[in-house]
């Protein structure tokens, strides 16, 4: 976690160059950063304006806005799952009671040992299979809790060694206080 | 014309532009409409919903800011339905807001303070705590922002895109959490910043040299000049019950800073509130004394007269004096003393490249005004970095840029800020300028050729409106002949009236080479003949004094002290009977024999002439400290002990004989001089027609 690595920098080097302006690349260029260290840092942010020919605040101002981009720490595996109406109709909150229950931690917050966020967001596009949740970047459908079991039985099993030290807090001196964290 | 669009506001008729803001319409017939995020100089952006109004036959209230006017609108801005939005808008504004306002450095002049007690509802119904961050931050040199009390409009954060192209600054995170910030280690420290405390509607950016300046009641304004540089922007001096300058702000005028100030001049202010000369002062045994104005006076006018008619004199006055002092000044050398050693800088300039703004006259281009930025589709700046040099001019050339996509070509031994928006940057060996000109020139005259001037040359070869801006570091140039030379061939390849705008470095030199606060030239850039030709530079003055060829200074404005050698000042001042009249011993090394208390610009009256000619007054906004005067009184008075009489009694009379000496200021008439300045008549284009604001 700190500046980008040559290979991300060539990453974004490579996507920049399908833009008549390289700014354009700034969204997949945040995706390289955050892939490379799980959020994407200040000095991430710094690096890619250079890259971009953009201002850190401009970059951390689109960076800081969307949801999808973390900027605190979040576990290794980010469970989302779907709270708006067709998913909630179909039950998605008995499966958002029930993660809490199963990895004791509420919504927005990432398990002690690092390995699982969940969190519920707004309308993933999927209605017809809902209640839907997404995991990395792959959507679940229909899912009952019996499936929602298993796979977090896969991944809380997984070997260690594909189980990388959580990332350490950043402390973002410009939250609010008592603002709720991403 | 026929094209205007016809509407009704609240029942009133109005024709006006077609795509004017309703916004700007209703301003047009004294509609208050409240707006927070909307800036006439700033892309509408409808950020704030505080401009909500009806239009009939529109489901929604609409933002004003953001809807063009179009014929046969019926809009309404003062019914109940618009009047329930804007308290609806009010309390959401205010929900997180800190309601500080007797701490507030804007209490008093703050429209969200203002609109609330017009608009506003009278108390919340937010029953929760308040969002409260840390404040304040000091997110650049000159300024805090405090988040609690930001709206959002994001005025600053547009500014520092549209305008002055320094994104430091961005807004953060999103709904109750957005926040306006900058990122670690990358701070607002662009040199407009200061800008955006006069564009924030709220207390959120305020100036960290400013803040706590008082209570805005208890504040008065003077309008004036700024004196950071030769653009003359128009300031307002506010200031404390005539006491102390406590800030300065803008105060527009299209023809000079088109409504911003850079934060050198903005925050330049506190040599006239420190270290003040009070009094005069007479040296005693080795040590200052105060001592009368009068016995100053005849103390300095008995070495003044000593050295008259002798050649062993010699005369420094600051280009930060105002033209009626330097005219006294250049009155007592040149007909009482006779003396012709004076000038206004000691800094290099070649004797032919002193009126650099007849020089590129002569070389054929048409003496440019500032606002030719504003017409031109093509600027070529010649040995000037205007980020230093005149910032503001820099934002003008910026607007021309980004507004109307106009191009530059940049000739400068280094990359200055400006090359960031062009291709087309000459960059040359210092000592080069004089044959990459005529390079240009022999390119555009061809059409094209190869490398950079190539391609500039192909640019400035279209028939596209053109200004020329050349800077005043190209007077150093020991060999000036071939740069005229050059520069008169790039004149005849860009074709007929193209204007060239000449940047001078302080706020008055303008006025002082118009005055013949330099050898060799006389008031009204006459070049002088006979015995007064033979006059010293400022250079050779220090050095001549240093080496005892001359007995004595007298230096008025430490200015041109700073501009040599510190120990070459220092030899010469400790070798003379030296004179000092100013208003701070500060920058003074040796200690005077006399010292004449000089008032600053901010405490007399008079005027300056900018660098391109505009001749601007100034009004007395703060008492002069102590017992100092304004230099042209000064002078006056040493005139009087040394037997000539000075005719003029007041600022006024005093203007009434540089336009009769000044033949560029004589059809200037005093009362037009009024707070936005005349254009001295040299460099008037045959029409002044409107420029664009």
Redesign the interface.
């Known amino acids: 976690m700190a500046h980008l690595t040559a290979e991300s920098r060539q990453r974004i080097n490579d996507i920049a160059a399908r833009y008549p302006e390289k700014r354009s690349a700034l969204l997949p260029a945040l995706y390289v950063a955050q892939e490379q260290d799980g959020i994407v840092t ?1 000095e991430a ?2 690096d890619i304006a250079e890259l971009l020919e ?5 970059v ?2 689109v960076a ?2 969307y ?1 999808m981009y973390y900027r605190y720490s979040v576990g290794k595996y980010i469970l989302q799952v779907c709270g708006t109406l067709s998913c909630e109709l179909c039950g998605s909150g008995q499966l958002v009671n029930h993660l809490e229950e199963r990895l004791g931690i509420k919504e927005g917050e990432t398990t002690p040992d690092g390995r699982f966020t969940f969190e519920t967001v707004e309308c993933l596009g999927a209605c017809g299979g809902a209640p839907v949740m997404l995991l990395g970047d792959k959507y679940y459908e229909k899912l009952t809790i019996k499936q929602l079991d298993a796979i977090i039985d896969d991944l809380r099993f997984k070997p260690a060694s594909d189980h990388p030290e959580p990332p350490q807090l950043v402390p973002f ?7 709720k964290s991403t | 014309m026929s094209d205007l669009v016809t509407l009704t506001i609240d029942g009133q008729q109005i024709q006006t532009a077609p795509n004017t803001l309703l916004v700007e319409a209703a301003a047009q017939l004294g509609i208050l409409v409240p707006v927070y995020c909307y800036h006439p100089k700033l892309a509408p952006i409808g950020a704030c919903r505080m401009c909500l109004v009806e239009i009939e036959g529109m489901p929604k209230l609409t933002p004003s800011c953001t809807t063009p006017v179009k014929e046969g609108m019926v809009v309404h801005t003062q019914n109940a339905r618009v009047e329930k939005a804007r308290r609806g808008m009010l309390e959401f504004l205010l929900i997180h807001h800190p309601l500080d306002c007797p701490v507030c450095d804007k209490g008093g002049e703050c429209p969200l303070q203002d609109y609330t007690y017009e608009f506003g509802p009278r108390k919340t119904r937010f029953r929760y705590p308040k969002r409260h961050w840390d404040k304040p931050l000091q997110i650049g040199k000159n300024i805090l922002l405090d988040r609690e009390r930001c709206i959002m409009c994001l005025r600053c954060v547009r500014f520092c895109e549209e305008i002055s192209d320094h994104q430091q600054i961005g807004v953060f995170e999103r709904g109750h959490s957005q926040c306006i910030g900058t990122v670690p280690g990358h701070s607002f420290d662009s040199q407009f910043s200061g800008n955006t405390i006069e564009l924030c509607p709220v207390g959120a950016l305020t100036g960290a040299p400013t803040r706590f300046f008082g209570r805005t009641w208890e504040i008065q304004h003077t309008p004036s000049i700024c004196t950071g540089c030769a653009a003359g922007c128009n300031i307002r001096i506010d200031h404390r019950q005539q006491r102390d300058v406590v800030r300065l702000w803008s105060r527009e005028n299209k023809h000079t800073d088109d409504g911003w100030l850079c934060d050198r001049g903005r925050f330049g202010y506190e040599f006239v509130n420190q270290d003040r000369l009070k009094d005069f002062k007479i040296l005693q045994d080795g040590q200052l004394v105060d001592a009368t104005t009068q016995q100053a006076t005849v103390k300095a006018a008995s070495i003044l007269s000593k050295h008259a008619n002798s050649g062993s004199l010699g005369v420094l006055a600051s280009p930060i004096l105002t033209n009626e002092e330097l005219y006294a000044v250049e009155w007592l050398t040149r007909s009482v003393l006779q003396t012709s050693s004076i000038d206004h800088t000691a800094s290099a300039v070649n004797p032919q490249a002193v009126q650099l703004h007849s020089v590129v006259r002569e070389a054929g281009f048409r003496s440019g005004v500032l606002t030719d930025i504003d017409e031109a589709a093509q600027i070529v700046t010649i040995g000037v970095d205007l980020s230093n040099d005149q910032p503001i001019t820099e934002l003008r050339v910026k607007k021309a840029l980004f507004q109307r996509k106009a191009q530059l070509v940049s000739l400068y031994p280094e990359t200055i800020e400006l090359g960031r928006y062009t291709e087309h940057n000459l960059i040359y060996e210092p000592g080069q300028e004089a044959s990459v000109v005529a390079s240009l020139a022999a390119a555009v005259r061809s059409g094209g050729g190869e490398g950079v001037v190539g391609q500039a040359a192909r640019l400035l070869s279209s028939e596209a409106p053109k200004a020329v801006i050349v800077g005043w570091k190209l007077q150093g140039l020991s060999d000036f002949s071939a740069l005229a030379k050059a520069l008169g061939e790039l004149a005849s390849a860009l074709g007929p009236d193209v204007p060239c705008i000449t940047i001078y470095p302080n706020c008055n030199t303008r006025g002082a080479l118009d005055l013949g606060i330099t050898p060799g030239w006389l008031p009204g850039g006459v070049a002088a003949t006979g015995s007064s030709e033979s006059g010293m530079t400022g250079i050779q003055i220090l050095e001549a004094a240093r080496d005892g060829r001359l007995k004595a200074l007298w230096v008025v404005g430490a200015e041109p002290l700073l501009e040599a050698d510190p120990e070459l000042v220092k030899a010469a001042l400790a070798n003379v009977e030296f004179i000092y009249q100013g208003w701070s011993l500060r920058d003074v090394p040796v200690d005077p024999d006399v010292v004449l208390a000089n008032v600053t610009f901010a405490e007399q009256a008079g005027t300056f002439t900018n660098t391109d000619g505009r001749v601007q007054r100034i009004y007395p906004a703060v008492k002069p400290h102590g017992r100092s005067r304004p230099g042209w009184q000064i002078v006056a008075d040493l005139g009087r002990a040394l037997g000539k009489t000075w005719e003029a009694t007041s600022d006024q009379e005093v203007f009434e004989q540089i336009r009769q000496a000044v033949p560029a200021y004589s059809q200037i008439k005093w009362s037009e001089v009024g707070t936005l300045g005349v254009q001295s008549g040299a460099s008037a284009p045959p029409a002044m027609a409107g420029a664009t604001g």
């Not at chain 1, 953009?54 to 401009?58: F, Q, W």
């Not at chain 1, 001196?173 to 603002?179: I, V």
């Open positions: 200040d942010i710094i953009a201002t850190p605040a401009y951390k101002g800081s806005f949801t001196e410009d939250k609010p206080a008592g603002a």
